[in-house]
């Protein structure tokens, strides 16, 4: 076991990645010189040269672009989009081929590319670096997206993407770099395919994912000193999504609250939402409850962005809602 | 800049030169099969003739190996043809059959072969040019011979991934050849009425490039300029664009009444026809007879028709397999 960050976990991912495989490289805007944006790959131009740790001019369409003709051509790219709200200039090549070229061409093309893309908000940076709009992407068949919301994922979500044959997002909540946990020494690739209970609990669920996840245990921990126990899920992937996990709690507890960082309308937390409805409906002993953000272009002053995004005593005023005797 | 006319004619072997021929045939007789199962219902949704540009992608496409790399646009029936694609998995795609290239879920626009190395015809104009730089990419760090073949439109000369990829092909010295099939229309658009500077290899200079341009209803000009530029990129000296100057016959698509040119210059331009001039060429030279042209035909005729037989005869995917095919799902 050791300590470390999420940046670090990431850092260690790629580095371990980059030494086993020669087929895989980094390329980004600043991912060499720079150390990246979040100083994610800080040190590995120096461990793996300019070839493998590329960095590329300001052209997202082009290089997600090149990201999956490589990925065709037999190499393992990893692709680093600075923030998820540039991320929209390369959607073209995201929706219109790395998902689509699979099928389209009969099953011939294969592009086992790997993005990964920082997202959220809660830093201040106002309507254009802190969307949480990793809900459009698991929109799209095709792709699978994965949000790492603990050290021990950041480090094994992103090695078990690079052992996917097509494309897989990651998107890293930006808040979450600094975060510190446990990394197992014996850590590798993790299972993709699941939910976690991140903590069990028998009267409601709390549903969420990436950077909305130590919010939902806060107020998980603020519930049961008020006697109520909530069960935490973290979704982890987004798509394809574990419905199971969450059935399975819904049936246990009879009530759920969806927390998600995106926003209300059309959000992932609503398709979360129509699962349970789909899967649950005769288990729910009240309405499925949804945290989300404000319908707003995410504003710069703190009070006004602490507003807009979900609070954990909102989490908690919505969790008392659905048990009657504690509303 | 500098346009590449032939100074003299490039020496061709009759072999060769028929050869040529028949491949522009093979396109243009295919297309109007296309075209006609198309009116008889056979074939459905869009549908883009490249009638009247054989000579650019019969020309060009001499120049690239089978270990090189083909990106193509949604007009790719001809570069899917002459780069040795049969004729009967096309039409099949085209009826929407499982024996058809693509299994019959990309159709006109989405021919692929990866045996052939052929990456497919894409629909987003620009759409193709990185997804070529990544190929490019791929030989390069794998130190792979091999070079890149891009095929675009004069209409995405104005998306940015054609400045993008431009500009990180020559950054990254990038061994593609950029081929810019320059019909003067982005379907109703001309040329003049959507490009400030209309010299499209002007462009490409600016961004490092080595750039000519050529007469695109000459065959042997296209193919010697391809052999060229295709030469130098292989040399190490990093990427290269081509213009080929064309012009297509037909409308955009089968659903354009072709309003926005006049007929006139339709007509001009086809005293122009790339098979009527070499046809013209090669009897002059006498290379040619009435034998081999009439045998040329048959034989493609056959080629044909087996194709519509084919793809009349073939089944359909099983709906069962609809999802089959499609990434990220758990595999269990
Ligand atoms: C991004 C995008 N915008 C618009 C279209 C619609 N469209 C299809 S073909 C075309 C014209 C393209 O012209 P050009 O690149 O010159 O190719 P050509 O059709 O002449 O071969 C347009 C506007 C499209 N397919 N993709
Ligand atoms: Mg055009």
Known sequence: MSKMTYREAVRAALRKALHDDPRVFLMGEDVGRYGGAFAVSLGLLGEFGPERIRDTPLSESTFVGAGIGAALGGMRPIVEIMTINFSLLALDQILNNAAALRHMSGGQLRVPMVVRVATGGGRQLAAQHSHSLEGWYAHIPGIKVLTPATVADAYGMLLAALGEPDPVFLFEHATLYSLEGDLAEEAGPCDISRGEVRRPGRDLTLITYGGSLGKALLAAEQLAAAGLEAEVIDLRTLRPLDAQTIVQSVRKTHRAVVIDEAWRTGSFAAEVSAQIMENAFDDLDAPVARVCSEEVPMPYAKHLEDAALPQVDEIVAAARELVPRHG | ?332
Not at chain 2, 158 to 173: D, I, M, R, V
Not at chain 2, 255 to 265: F, H, I, Q, W
Not at chain 2, 280 to 309: C, H, K, P, W, Y
Request: charged share 25%; proline share 4%.
């Open chain 2, 1 to 332: 800049m500098s346009v590449t006319t032939m100074p003299e004619r490039p020496p061709v072997t009759p072999e060769h030169a028929v050869f040529l021929l028949r491949e522009m045939l093979r396109i243009r007789r295919f297309e109007e099969k296309a075209a006609e199962m198309y009116s008889l219902g056979k074939i459905h949704g869009f549908l883009h003739l490249y009638i009247g540009e054989e000579a650019t992608g019969v020309g060009s496409m001499q120049a690239f190996t089978p270990d090189d790399a083909i990106v193509a646009t949604y007009r790719e029936h001809g570069h899917a043809l002459a780069r040795g694609m049969p004729a009967r998995v096309l039409m099949a795609e085209m009826y929407g059959k499982v024996t058809g290239c693509s299994h019959g879920h990309g159709g006109s626009m989405h021919f692929f072969d990866t045996n052939r190395r052929f990456y497919g015809g894409y629909a987003i104009v620009g759409g193709g040019l990185p997804i070529a730089i990544g190929l490019a990419l791929a030989d390069q760090m794998q130190n792979r011979q091999a070079i890149t073949a891009c095929y675009f439109g004069d209409g995405a000369v104005a998306e940015g991934e054609f400045h993008e990829s431009l500009n990180l092909a020559a950054l990254w010295k990038l061994p593609v050849v950029f081929l810019c099939e320059n019909n003067l229309y982005a379907m109703g658009t001309a040329l003049e009425r959507h490009q400030a500077q209309t010299d499209i290899s002007r462009k490409a200079a600016v961004y490092g490039l080595s750039a000519s341009a050529v007469d695109g209803m000459d065959v042997l000009a296209v193919e010697a300029a391809t052999r060229e530029a295709a030469a130098s990129v292989r040399g190490g000296k990093g990427p290269y664009l081509l213009e080929l100057r064309t012009y297509r016959f037909r409308a955009h698509s089968m659903a354009d009444p072709d309003l926005y040119r006049t007929k006139e210059e339709i007509a001009e331009w086809k005293k122009r026809d790339p098979i009527v001039l070499f046809q013209n060429r090669l009897r002059e030279s006498g290379m040619l007879t009435d034998e081999i042209v009439a045998r040329i035909e048959a034989e493609v005729g056959d080629e044909i028709g087996q194709a519509v037989q084919f793809a009349e005869e073939s089944p359909r995917e099983p709906v069962e397999d609809l999802l089959k095919e499609v990434g990220g799902q758990n595999r269990s």
